[in-house]
């Protein structure tokens, strides 16, 4: 009798160990998945650059009053802080005119978490119009 209820003890024993290790490792992996989330894959970052980069080239003012009130609600997601696209150039909906022609283009970044990702949208009048 004596036996069997050491027997219960060592079993259950192992088994207390086998669950804490478990769970030990079960920890280390979604602290590690999250250590390794810091980057954006690379779908990510063409999902958001796509969403700037239809407006690239020329364009007529009314696709610019669009761009400009994409890029103010894209840095309103609070998501986004640490993704904020900067405008330069033509800035406010105000002065832009729909029937002018305007010309877009990006400044990606190209270091750190957001590598890769639009950073700046200049927004000039183009030449000739």
Do not use: C, H, W
Request: glycine share 8%; proline share 1%.
């Amino acid at each position: 009798m004596e036996n069997a209820s050491k027997a219960l003890i060592i079993a259950g024993a192992i088994l207390l160990a086998i669950l804490i290790i478990s769970l030990g490792i079960l920890i280390y992996n979604q602290a590690s998945s999250v250590v390794n989330n810091n980057s954006m894959s690379e779908v990510d970052i063409n999902t958001f650059n796509n969403k700037f980069t239809q407006y690239g080239g020329n364009q007529r003012g009314s696709s610019i009053r669009a761009l400009i009130q994409q890029v103010q609600s894209s840095n309103a997601v609070p998501e986004n802080k640490n993704r904020q696209v900067e405008l330069t150039g033509v800035t406010d909906l105000n002065t832009v005119d729909t029937g002018a022609l305007y010309k877009v283009t990006y400044t990606f970044s190209s270091s750190g978490a957001n590598n890769g990702l639009i950073n700046t949208i200049n927004i000039a009048i183009a030449s000739g119009t």
